[in-house]
């Protein structure tokens, strides 16, 4: 099986910076994409920022030049930089990581990180 585990998040005040971060690990073959995806409460779950193995990344528009996505293939590790937070981008935040593992292709996630934006 293939772990996904999160970490970093936290309160923070609006216009402040966070770093999160997630690693994959387990019986992993490969990993073709790795993302972030976040949910508010009464909301649906939604897309954050992706990035493939050769380092194509994709954002959603509303954190678009706040946020910033890498990753280290070595360590099956992704991180997600949040720069100048809104009360908006409150929400669990989750590491979605798509593997083939010597089971099974397909999405593993993790269990999810809270990130509040409040003065």
């Known amino acids: 099986q293939v772990q996904v585990v999160e970490s970093g998040g936290g309160l923070v005040q609006p216009g402040g910076s966070l770093r999160l971060s997630c690693a994959a690990s387990?019986?992993?073959?490969?990993?073709?994409?790795m993302g972030w995806y976040r949910q508010a409460p009464g909301k649906q779950r939604e897309l954050v920022a992706t990035?493939?193995?050769?380092?194509?990344?994709n954002y959603a528009d509303s954190v678009k030049g706040r946020f910033s996505i890498s990753r280290d293939n070595a360590k099956n590790t992704v991180y997600l930089q949040m720069n100048n937070l809104k009360p908006e981008d409150t929400a669990v935040y989750y590491c979605n990581t798509k593997a083939r593992s010597a089971f099974r292709s397909g999405d593993y996630w993790g269990q999810g990180t809270q990130v509040t934006v409040s003065s």
């Open positions: 387990g019986s992993i073959v490969s990993i073709n994409a």
């Open positions: 990035i493939t193995s050769p380092g194509n990344t």
